[in-house]
């Protein structure tokens, strides 16, 4: 009795701390995707699996998916989203949940998100949500899916007043990063998926000094420079070293800040102006193409702090031209709006937004720096 008196409207501390002991399969290069059946063998998956796809990419890749499943040991369903962003909405999410409750999907289960980033947002999301989390495999077939939105644990849907404001961080079992899957993507969308590689070339000798990735004998930017000097396609074998290179910075950045309280936020250059940009031009502009606009921003205005010189504005506004992406912000769109909606993004606190800013030289970036979000408008 005196013992519950004592404890009644007392305050308690507790300190409690916790390590997050993440393990994910990734496998990267022509034929990956053979591997599902080894991976969820290897942890265990139970019988019900989930393939969470869309039409342009289910028509060239689920009955493929599907044969390295035998019927025998997996009851496969599928579940096709639409196209684009238009998956990332909560109703989409409600669907996969109520797919999942009417066949009985327990903890042991899996999701495959079989597709590009959309897919791996929400395909994240529902799983990460459902029952607190299901076996998640990640099986991306866009370059920037591979090289970017199947990395690092991110998912989400997106709001009416903005995108990916609702997620979760839930790491995949596994990633299958296969180069043949992006033998049948548009063209436009190998290109915007350089968008992201080139983000990588310029965040490259910072990343390299804040985690474990060790940089190669020559730069990212000095080899994309090469890949985009002539025409290219998706087998090219200088692509495929790209994409590993990639893949292997996010996941030495993520290892290092899982939950984005620090270097993590490195790989945010360009997304905030990009995020307005997608936005604003109710998503004409792809994400890619809004990525490379806001790298080439981000560029500018570095120049006019006088954080860099001139000539690396040129080199990555020339990388950029020659890699078939966009570098200045489109004419019809307005510059008032997308300051709005850089005001709504997640990487505002109060009055300030935190960007990442290149400085010095191309490959080096301060990811602390605070704007006024009333100087918004100088990044535009
Ligand atoms: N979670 C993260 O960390 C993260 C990181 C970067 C981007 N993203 C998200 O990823 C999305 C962008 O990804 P994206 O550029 O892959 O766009 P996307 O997912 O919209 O795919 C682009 C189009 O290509 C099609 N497609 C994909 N692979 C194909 C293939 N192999 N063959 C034929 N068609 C194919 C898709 O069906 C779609 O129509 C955005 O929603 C973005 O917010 C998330």
Not at 125 to 131: D, E, N, P, V
Request: hydrophobic share 40%; glycine share 8%.
């Amino acid at each position: 009795m005196r013992h519950k008196t004592r404890h009644r409207g007392t305050v308690i501390t507790m300190n409690w701390s916790t390590a997050l002991d993440v393990k994910t399969r990734v496998a990267v290069g022509s034929g990956a995707r053979q591997k599902l059946t080894n991976v969820l063998a290897q942890i265990g998956a139970g019988r019900r699996v989930l393939i969470v796809c869309q039409p342009s990419t289910a028509v060239h890749w689920l009955r493929d998916i599907m044969a390295t499943l035998p019927s025998e040991d997996f009851q496969v369903t599928t579940l096709e989203v639409p196209d684009g962003e238009n998956a990332k909405t909560s109703e989409w999410l409600l669907r996969i949940w109520e797919h999942l409750e009417a066949r009985g999907f327990d903890r042991q289960d899996t999701i495959v998100a079989l597709g590009g980033g959309a897919v791996m947002d929400l395909a994240g999301f529902a799983c990460s949500t459902y029952l607190r989390g299901l076996n998640l495999v990640l099986i991306p077939t866009s370059l920037l899916a591979q090289v970017d939105a199947a990395i690092g644990g991110k998912t989400a849907i997106n709001l009416p007043t903005g995108k990916n404001l609702a997620g979760t961080f839930f790491f995949p079992k596994a990633v299958l990063a296969d180069q043949e899957v992006l033998s049948t993507l548009p063209p436009k969308q190998l290109t915007c998926g350089l968008a992201e590689v080139i983000k990588y070339a310029l965040i490259e000798d910072t990343v390299a000094k804040g985690s474990d990735y060790e940089k190669g004998p020559r730069a990212l930017l000095d080899i994309i420079e090469d890949l985009v000097r002539d025409t290219y396609d998706y087998d090219d074998p200088t692509l495929a070293g790209l994409i590993t290179s990639c893949i292997k910075m996010k996941l030495f950045v993520v290892a290092r800040d899982p939950q984005e309280t620090g270097l993590r936020r490195i790989l945010n250059l360009g997304h905030t102006i990009a995020h307005g940009l997608e936005a604003e031009t109710s998503f004409d502009l792809s994400h890619g193409q809004a990525v490379a606009i806001g790298l080439a921003q981000m560029t500018k205005y570095a120049v006019g702090q006088k954080k860099l010189d001139k000539e690396s504005l040129e080199r990555v506004k020339e990388v950029l031209i020659r890699a078939e992406l966009p570098y200045e912000i489109p004419k019809g769109a307005s510059k008032d709006k997308i300051c709005q909606l850089m005001n709504a993004d997640k990487k505002r606190s109060g009055d300030k937004i935190k960007l990442v800013v290149p400085h010095t030289k191309l490959g080096t970036v301060d990811y602390e720096t605070l704007l006024p979000v009333s100087d918004l408008a100088k990044l535009l």
